[in-house]
């Protein structure tokens, strides 16, 4: 399977800025896209950024602006910078990442998600 591992989440006042990282491991598996979703209490889990392994970009309307998402200097990573953070971006910000677990065209499709990295705006 394939497993991910998210860091960079903290704490920091409005208007302050966060860069997230996101690492993907395992054998033998390709990624078509990587993501970053968030979800705040009570709330469901939405889409926060993706990037496709073409390097399109795609950004929720809430944050587009502010906030850039691009792949890392390793294989298989994404991070996500996070500029004029406000108060409501405060909320669990999960990695997402999905593919197929092989280069054969039936190759089964996988789909992780990491454990979350919490991020609070707040003075």
């Known amino acids: 399977q394939v497993q991910l591992v998210e860091s960079g989440g903290g704490l920091v006042q409005p208007g302050g800025s966060l860069r997230l990282s996101c690492a993907a491991s395992g054998r033998g598996f390709i990624v078509d896209r990587m993501a970053w979703y968030r979800q705040a209490p009570g709330k469901e889990r939405d889409l926060v950024a993706s990037i496709t392994s073409g390097g399109t970009t795609n950004y929720a309307d809430s944050v587009r602006g502010r906030f850039t998402v691009s792949r890392g200097n390793a294989k298989n990573t994404i991070d996500l910078q996070m500029n004029n953070l406000k108060p409501e971006d405060t909320a669990v910000y999960y990695c997402?990442?999905?593919?197929?677990?092989?280069?054969?065209?039936?190759?089964?499709?996988?789909?992780?998600w990491g454990q979350g990295t919490q991020v609070t705006v707040s003075s």
């Open positions: 997402n990442a999905r593919g197929k677990m092989g280069v054969a065209i039936e190759s089964p499709d996988f789909g992780s």
